[in-house]
């Protein structure tokens, strides 16, 4: 067991050890250490369930976390929160799903072939190129955990272990909405297939109430947000379907990014073994009819193929027909479908070989798997002396405080913006002297004079329900302005105090209600089968 262990844990190394230098990786969504500081924000602040940020949008502020997956940054935070800077905790939260991938993917290919059989699959896997392109070259932390977290699920369902598949369940919902899209009815076959499907069932029945606090606004808040821009221009998905020599045949590395046509500055490579040995696999149980899994076998093959006909532009009829596709942006997204079936299935090849060729072929196998893939895990640039100081001012600042803003960014004005958010109100109207302006991630306050007879002003939050307004201690109202849709004031002459709080709309507290309530009742769930 110890020697599996080691073996299992040099492997997660393998994919993960350059995250453990001093610095900080180049990458495509070089943003991750800003939104793990402003989760961090919203939690010193005390605005629990995160969902509004303070300085995204170009510091005008969005609600970031009611859309997007927050389970990577609860989990770097936790690091944070221990004393290691944000870059650390980002770097962690990389680390983290190697093992998850390597341990998981090993589990549940030894549940079907046997220790050997797991070996190959978590190596399949834990080394497939697209892995390095999730973690290494995009830095696509919510999709590396999705991944690592996929064969987990799969595992702990299998072996009727319930509370742990809700578990792995849940951090999967809370980890990437567009891997539950293809994981859910993959789940569902594969329950129908090894007759779980009550467990499933379950599983699926919990992880959902104890995930509502998310889910629920996130999918019905959503068409406040210019969320629809997500499918257009660059992101069209009719622009980023790779082609057969890039998935199977082209060696080529790159880290820069997806384009038109068949030259891609990125690889969408399978993996030579990846591909070579679920082929395999496949053909030979077609003909060996007593093999035992073979359903399973020849299911999971069929669908990681169909995976793979999504990243081709021949499925364009699919993702016309189905509009919800549109979100996935990028085809090529399906690899991690795709590797995931093919890597699963790969660890079947030792049912195929007498008991005492397992060992060798193991050996040479996992041994080539390393020599060809290894390679890919690595950064572009690796920045050495890099510290938060430096990733969280200046310019560095604004460039990941604008990025994606287009993605959330609330529905309620006519245009987005081009520069970084004044420090102060924006006076339109009249004479006014703020004599004190504060702001956090869910509340903002101020002390003014006005010396005119009236005053307009806007604050340097843009709005999304809901925003409440009390001046002088009295509720009072507030307008939009069209431009960028910002909290609009006006107010007599006078001193006053104003005070603007980002309060939960009735969704968003019954679906925090409901999370509450399941968690209570699961915890009670799992003491009371303790107990007994």
Known sequence: MKIKIFLLIVLSLLSSWRFFRPGYASMQDDIQVFRL?????????????????????????????????????????????????????IKITFIIPAFLRTFGMYLLATAFFGSFGGFLAAALYALAPYQAVNSLVRGAIGETWALALLPLVFWSLYQHKVKLSVLFLSCLLLSHNLTLIYAIPLLVVFSILTKKFKYLFRTLLWSGALCAFFLIPAFFEKNFTTVNTMTQGYFNFIIHFATLKELFISNFWGYSASMWGPIDGLSFNIGLFQWLIPILVFVLYTFKRKLKHRLIVTSFFLIGLFAIFLTHNKSTFIWNSLPFMAYFQFPWRFLGLSIFCFSFIGGGLVKLVKPNLKLPLIIGLITIIVFINYPNFREDIWYGALTDNQKLNGSELIRQSGAGLKDYWPKYSQNFPDSYAPSSPIVLEGDVDFVKYYKNSHFSEAYLSVSSPTAIFNLPIVYFPEWELVVDGIKSDYTIEPDLGLIQIKLNQGEHHLQLSFVETPLRTFSNLFSLFALASFIILIIREKRS
């Open 37 to 89: 500081q402003q989760f961090d924000q919203c939690l010193r602040d005390g605005q629990v369930p995160c969902r509004y940020i303070a300085d995204g949008g170009l510091g005008y502020g969005y609600p970031l976390y009611n859309f997007y997956s927050p389970l990577p940054y609860a989990i770097s935070e936790s690091f944070h929160l221990l004393g290691f800077s944000y870059i650390d905790s």
